[in-house]
Nanobody, 123 residues
């Protein structure tokens, strides 16, 4: 079992930056692929970014503005979000699993989820 806890969300203005953190406990995160998803009210949870092996994947909507990083020494995942937009407002979740490349953007490929952290971007 892996427990994931996100932090770092908050209320910011458009154009600002935020860094989300995801701390893992329990079993090691090393053997898992990791990702960030987000969910807005009334919408399905959507893929933001993920790391599988040596490859990094981004949703088109965040490419060039967001970046994911994992720190294996402390078992943490980070999401750096720059130039935030109101449409980035959502609850952000970190996740861990063993997706194959074709499923890395799907929620069903991930076994472990954090409780989420709210990000609100005002215009």
């Amino acid at each position: 079992q892996v427990q994931l806890v996100e932090s770092g969300g908050g209320l910011v203005q458009a154009g600002d930056s935020l860094r989300l953190s995801c701390a893992a406990s329990g079993n090691s995160l090393d053997s898992y692929s990791v990702a960030w998803f987000r969910q807005s009210p009334g919408k399905e949870r959507e893929f933001v970014t993920g790391i599988k092996g040596g490859s990094t994947y981004y949703a088109d909507s965040v490419k060039g503005r967001f970046s994911i990083r994992r720190d294996r020494t402390v078992g943490a995942i980070y999401l750096q979000m720059n130039n935030l937009r109101p449409e980035d407002t959502a609850v952000y979740y970190c996740a861990a699993g063993r997706p194959i490349t074709s499923t890395i953007r799907t929620t069903v490929a991930y076994y472990y989820w954090g409780q989420g952290t709210q990000v609100t971007v005002s215009s």
